[in-house]
């Protein structure tokens, strides 16, 4: 009779190191403060879809927690292209505001490219604009986009070394697949991205040191897949047949043959929350010191 092994992977607690960057963030804000200067991030909802509701919310939550000052600009979805434009202008010129988010997806009369390029890049906290890819691409300083920056602390926060190593990247989308890797190709991994197209994803995975799964489906990634000690961080966000939270990993499967591992929820999801403030009080820090205030 076959034996389940007992899970052996150190679970990455992305509540815990949230929490831990988060007071980090209060000092640093609390510094700013003691020179006048409050950081601040405007999210902007147009539409009511009931998820980006909560993520809003969420948000706005976590800066006032931080001590950053937050405005929510809600919007009905028949706000127009022109209406949402001008607003990100005000914005980009309110010197009180540092970081700005709009909320995707946005309503299907609006073109959410043109709106994230009209965000000054110096207030593109989420790391959306061309700018900021560009940036990340070419390793000068920018904004990372905060769920992959997340990954990328969760990863740090073990020590662990990325030279040399191999990264396989599971998804290629333009907010977590393909920035992770220019993260993890930074840190001088060896770097392969895979996606819906790919012929043998087990043959990659197996060969993994260090998995990103970032794909938004359940089971994306089985134990099977996964080479004895390997990291594995899990990006999804999906329900399985309870309507529970979970992940693209299988996280009871592969829990027993990863060495590191994040769990869902409790992983990537409080991290990216986390660096959205740490973006918004970096956006104000610059800000600062480029008006000779810091
Ligand atoms: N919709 C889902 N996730 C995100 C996010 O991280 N940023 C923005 N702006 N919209 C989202």
């Not at 973006?279 to 010191?289: Q, S, V």
């Amino acid at each position: 009779m076959a034996i389940t092994p007992p899970p052996t992977a150190h679970i990455i607690d992305g509540n815990a190191l949230g929490a831990k960057l988060r007071a980090d963030v209060s000092r640093r804000t609390a510094a700013l403060q003691a020179r006048g200067i409050t950081p601040g991030l405007a999210v902007v909802l147009v539409g009511d879809n009931p998820a980006s509701q909560v993520y809003v919310r969420n948000k706005v939550k976590a800066c006032t927690d931080g001590g950053l000052h937050s405005v929510l600009d809600r919007y009905p979805a028949t706000m127009t292209e022109a209406e949402l434009l001008a607003r990100i202008d005000a914005l980009n010129h309110d010197n009180s505001i540092h970081g700005i988010l709009v909320q995707l997806p946005l309503p299907a009369h609006i073109d959410a490219h043109k709106v994230i390029e009209a965000i000054s890049p110096a207030k593109d906290v989420d790391g959306f604009h061309v700018a900021s890819a560009g940036a990340l691409m070419v390793g000068q300083p920018g904004f990372w986009p905060c769920t992959p920056y997340g990954c990328m602390k969760m990863i740090e926060s073990i020590g662990y070394d990325l030279r040399g190593k191999h990264a396989v990247v599971i998804g290629r989308s333009n907010i977590v697949g393909k920035p992770m890797a220019l993260m993890l190709l930074q840190k001088n991994a060896t770097v392969t991205i895979c996606h819906s197209a790919t012929a043998d994803l087990k043959a990659m995975t197996l060969q993994a040191d260090v998995i990103v799964a970032a794909v938004g489906k359940r089971n994306v990634l089985t134990a099977d897949m996964v080479k004895p000690g390997a990291v594995v961080i899990d990006v999804g966000m999906n329900r399985n047949d309870e309507g529970k939270l979970c992940g693209d990993v299988d996280f009871d499967g592969v829990s027993r043959v990863a060495g590191f591992i994040t769990p869902v929820p409790g992983g990537v999801g409080p991290m990216t929350i986390t660096m959205l403030l740490v973006n918004t009080l970096e956006a104000a820090e610059r800000d600062a010191a480029q008006r000779g205030l810091a």
